[in-house]
């Protein structure tokens, strides 16, 4: 079973990833020293220079995963240029060694410094190398293969959004290994998937064959003196809470299976941001902290 701590860098990188450094560049909130009013920004503890990077969410890692299915809120925020916040759903192959993980990432985030806007934008991300050298956003190097005469590409900007007090728009992500090897995206908006690419067997080393490792999580990358709100802006256990629902993996056969409670979590700081268990409909909030 792969140790989830081993790898936290690994997954920090890809939400670093579209400029591929490396993650011990940003500052990671140290859990023994919490932030006790996350946007109080007269904190005496808070450093104005500082970035951080918060994810919480659950993971599944076993021998072989083929693909999930998962849906999820959609929502925007007014973010500041280098700051980021969104949701990841990635499969991942580790290999042998960090330099060898094989992933795959599909989700929506706003992200000033790739669009230039604070919209909530369509992403796919991949890599083959760890997020060092191979690999990219969207369509900004030669990996994703849209399908022809779709009606959008990955990056395209998601108008329909979430209203926390009101109507919830949401996204179903569907992404399954194929028969030869390829990775099939299929999007949904508030309608069932249809496919829009794929990523081919050939741009892999390792995630051609299988998956061992499919993380459901939201991000943020943050200034430490004022909390960039992750998922609705509220806390997990708010009625207005953010969520991932109607968690299922797929099998090689493409045979689902609802994903019901056990999948352990991961967070930096339940106080800031925090994430509930998976219930028995396949179900989980997250989010935090619009205050």
């Known amino acids: 079973m792969l140790d989830v701590a081993s790898s ?8 670093l990833g579209d400029e591929f450094v490396d993650p011990s560049s940003y500052m990671i909130m140290n859990r023994s020293d919490p932030i006790q009013q996350s946007n109080n920004k007269d904190a005496p503890h808070l450093n104005d220079a500082a970035m951080a990077v918060f994810i919480v969410g659950h993971y599944m890692n076993s021998a072989s995963y083929y693909g999930i299915q998962v849906t999820s809120d959609v929502y925007t925020f007014s973010v500041n240029q280098d700051e980021k916040s969104g949701i990841f759903i990635q ?8 330099s060898n993980l094989n992933g795959i990432s599909v989700g929506w985030h706003v992200h000033p410094a790739i669009y230039g806007d604070s919209n909530t934008h369509l992403f796919v991300l991949w890599t083959r190398d760890g997020y060092q050298e191979m690999g990219c956003y969207n369509l900004e190097c030669p990996g994703f293969v849209p399908e022809a005469n779709v ?34 995206v299929h999007i949904g908006f508030d309608s069932e998937p249809y496919l ?15 998956a061992n490792d499919i993380r459901i999580y939201g991000a ?3 200034r430490t003196t004022y909390m960039t709100p992750m998922g609705s ?6 009625h207005k809470a953010a969520s991932f629902s109607n968690i299922q993996l797929i ?11 056990g999948a352990p979590d991961f967070v930096d700081d ?8 998976i219930s028995p409909e396949g179900r989980f909030t997250y989010g935090g902290p619009l205050v």
Do not use: C
């Not at 802006?233 to 708010?238: L, R, T, V």
């Not at 339940?270 to 268990?277: G, N």
């Open 270 to 277: 339940q106080a800031i941001y925090s994430v509930s268990p």
């Open 196 to 210: 829009i690419g794929r990523f081919p067997k050939s741009i892999f080393t390792t995630l051609g064959d299988k």
């Open 8 to 15: 936290k860098d690994k997954l920090d990188g890809a939400f």
């Open 251 to 261: 099998d090689q056969n493409g045979q689902t299976s609802l994903v019901t409670q």
């Open 233 to 238: 802006g509220f806390m997990s256990n708010s």
């Open 220 to 222: 943020v990358r943050t």
């Open 151 to 184: 009606p959008f590409v990955p990056g395209v900007t998601i108008n329909a959004v979430s209203d926390p007090d009101g109507v919830k728009r949401s996204i179903i992500f569907k992404v399954f290994k194929d028969r030869v090897g390829d990775w099939l």
């Open 91 to 98: 499969i991942n192959n580790h290999g042998d060694s960090d």
